[in-house]
């Protein structure tokens, strides 16, 4: 094995930080992607036939399709090099000194607790947060509220599972989700019966699953009738992945009149190819909400999806793109208003500095028959110097004669006179840059959870310092 | 040892066209000096380039605060060390609230002045300060909620520099322009407030076309800006002559495309 590089954006496929050292070897299908590997992650799962049979389906189904070439560049992705699957086993737990220096250093930056930050690095299978866990568990089961990982929510949950399971993201869909499909392991599986209101956010930081944080996670949601869930993903410290890919799928179902939020900071570390399909159906009256951060990895294509197909159903997206230095996020979203009277709001503002590129990528497509359907689409980016780019890709595709359909973009850089200003009154380049850049992304941060919004900014002085790699 | 000492200042634009051609000044604390000039006789280039905008150039001369010279500090450097501009046209930063703007601005002074350690103002402190400064500048609480300078009037766009200039105590104050676009009440209570700031803390530089600032401002000295130089100064009877008499005496025969 190589020593440990400083530089993240350095780590190439040959190295892989793996959480695990050679001494206490844990159970692992090997590199590269048979499906022989498939049928032992399901039997390792010890999972019901018909899950065995989806697999494999979607595993022959990955094999067929081509690697998309529309988006971002995807052809440095090495199939046969990827580990795609490892058993999680406490003794990962001794291999913390393997961490790259500077994710540990950003860490520190954020005041991340030491205990908190093994967690963070998937080490770490013991967390003070366990008891509010442990109470939070308590009410929700209370209620009927079932927060589990997916994993448990299929042994435990087959018949919602089994209903709902791949009717928003058909393996189909695409090649990663196809792949995910065949080789999934860890997400989080929630169920809220009717009428039940959540209060509190479900964070997956709460669940303890060495699992939650996998490469191929897969996550459901079934939100019954008028019902109401928020529900957490990731966080804004860099999330270290030993793994160069991640590719996650997320089904989310919405009742009438219920209600989901679904926020999602991923911080990935810069080796990483983010590409997730996340698609939400919202039913008569129903509302789903995406709020969409995207900080980290080499190259993320993400274009969170809301399907209407219920008349008045209403769908929001909320996405924020950072591109650093060597980082690409080609991210958006899609409405499809499939009911009448249905609405959406699309809300999407991207950051690039250092030479990154951010891009917005959205599709509006108001079918035949969903009259009266509005929709507005806002993309601002912010080019923080000559090298960094931005790019707008907006499709809209309206089928019926009284829909209102409202495209605003606006690209701007941050002007000197600005900085001036704010460095007038003894605030250093870097953090008069910053406060620009948070002002910019205020109207999604103010979404966010209280603490979540704290570490944003705090990331974003870190990002504008060029300290975060 | 003055305060504030200009000597021999010349300020060019980066394509090299001279704008200041040699001015001399030194402002004590306590004191008000006016800089009064037609439009475009470059009395926002010389507030700009005190403060170290990076379009203007310092060619010759020197700008020294306390008698250190400022001209290798960048504009934050130059607001640590005690210099203020109060700009004729504040920018925007949306999403920023004007309050949060503020502490961190006041945060930035703190941690310069400690050395580079970070040292925030504890929140009842700032509240406190706040309040008595908003009341004192009539500052509508309304605006502090607001996004700094974003969709504000030409007036409260001018209150705020002044309520910044309350908060983060400078030494030196330049005021480019205040006055401009302020009807009559609005001025009496933002140069009412830069009078009851100016004393053995801080001294003021007030830049004006116009005299009727200089009614609620006492200059101790009033200096005539034209062509790039000081033409003519003396105490704050200059300041009412210019009223009545306009500047056209002072004005080099032809030069009407001055900055």
């Known amino acids: ?469 | 040892m003055a305060l504030l000492e200009i000597r021999d200042l010349h300020v060019a634009l980066s394509d090299g066209t001279e704008i200041v051609k040699g001015i001399d000044l030194a402002v004590e604390s306590g004191e008000v000096h006016a800089i009064m000039g037609p439009n475009g006789s470059g009395k926002s280039t010389l507030a700009h380039a005190l403060m170290g905008h990076p379009a203007y150039q310092i060619t010759s001369g020197d700008v020294l605060l306390d008698g250190r010279s400022l001209l290798e500090l960048g504009p934050d450097e130059r607001a640590q060390q005690g210099l203020f501009l109060a700009f004729q046209y504040p920018y925007a930063i949306p999403g920023v609230t004007v309050t949060s703007f503020l502490r961190s601005a006041i945060n930035a002074l703190r941690k310069a002045r400690t050395g580079g350690e970070d040292d925030p103002i504890p929140i009842p402190e700032f509240r406190k300060e706040l309040a008595a400064a908003t009341e004192r500048l009539k500052v509508p609480r309304e605006l502090l909620g607001r996004y700094l300078n974003d969709g504000f009037s030409g007036g409260e766009k001018k209150r705020i520099e002044i309520l910044q200039l309350a908060l983060l105590h400078p030494r030196l104050a330049v005021l480019d322009e205040t006055d401009s676009g302020l009807d009559i009440d609005a001025l009496k209570t933002i140069a009412g407030g830069v009078s009851d700031l100016v004393g053995p803390e801080l001294g003021a530089v007030v830049i004006t076309h116009y005299q009727r600032i200089l009614n609620y401002i006492r200059p101790d000295f009033v200096h005539v800006f034209a062509g790039g130089r000081f033409v003519a100064e003396g105490g704050p009877e200059l300041a009412e002559q210019l009223e009545s008499e306009g500047y056209d005496a002072y004005l080099p025969e032809a030069s009407n495309g001055d900055r």
């Open chain 1, 1 to 469: 094995m190589n020593k440990p590089e400083t530089d993240v954006s350095q780590i190439g496929r040959d190295y892989k930080y793996g959480f695990h050292t050679t001494d206490k070897p844990t159970f692992s299908t090997g590199r590269g992607l048979t499906r022989e590997v498939v049928e032992t992650i399901s039997a390792q799962k010890d999972e019901p036939d018909w899950m065995l049979e989806r697999r494999l389906q979607a595993y022959e189904h990955f094999l067929t399709r081509p690697v998309p070439e529309w988006g971002g560049d995807l052809s440095k992705i090495d199939f046969d090099s990827i580990f795609y699957y490892v058993k999680p086993t406490e003794a990962e737990a001794s291999s913390w000194e393997e961490l790259p220096p500077d994710i540990k250093q950003t860490w520190d930056r954020l005041g991340i607790p030491e205990a908190e930050k093994k967690y963070l690095a998937g080490v770490g299978a013991q967390y003070e947060s366990e008891v509010v866990y442990h109470k939070l568990q308590e009410e929700l089961v209370r209620q009927g509220v079932v927060f589990l990982g997916m994993d448990v929510g299929l042994r435990e949950h087959e018949e919602i599972v089994r209903e709902h399971f791949g009717t928003v993201v058909p393996f189909r869909d695409n090649k990663f989700a196809a792949l995910n499909t065949a080789v999934w392991s860890g997400g989080s599986f929630i169920y809220v019966p009717p009428g039940v209101k959540v209060e509190m956010p479900l964070q997956a930081y709460f669940r303890i699953n060495a699992e939650n944080m996998g490469q191929f996670e897969r996550t459901l949601i079934v939100v019954d009738e008028n019902a109401f869930v928020h529900y957490v993903e990731g966080c804004t410290a860099p999330i270290y992945s030993s793994d160069s890919l991640h590719a996650a799928v997320v089904e989310i179902i919405v009742k009438p009149g219920g209600r989901c939020r679904y926020t999602t900071i991923q911080n990935w570390s810069t080796n990483v190819y983010n590409l997730v399909t996340k698609r939400a159906v919202a039913q008569k009256n129903a509302t789903i909400e995406w709020v969409d951060g995207n900080l980290g990895s080499k190259l993320t294509m993400k274009y969170p999806a809301i399907w209407l197909t219920g008349e008045g159903a209403h769908g929001e997206v909320l996405s924020i793109a950072f591109a650093g230095k060597g980082q690409h996020q080609d991210t958006g979203a899609k409405a499809v208003h499939a009911a009448p009277n249905t609405t959406s709001l699309i809300t999407s503002k991207s950051i690039s500095r250092g030479g990154g590129r951010a891009g917005y990528r959205g599709l509006v497509n108001v079918a035949n028959g969903a009259r009266g359907a509005k929709s507005k689409v806002v993309c601002d980016a912010l080019i923080l110097d000559e090298e960094s780019r931005s790019d707008t890709y907006p499709t809209i595709r309206v089928h019926e004669s009284d829909a209102e359909v409202e495209h605003e973009a606006t690209v701007s850089k941050i002007g000197e006179e600005q900085l001036f200003y704010l460095m007038s009154r003894g605030l250093s380049e870097s953090e008069a840059s910053s406060m620009i850049v948070s002002g910019f992304v205020e109207p999604i941060t103010k979404e966010l959870p209280l603490e979540y919004a704290v570490e944003m900014n705090r990331l974003i002085q870190l990002q504008m310092e060029g300290s975060v790699g």
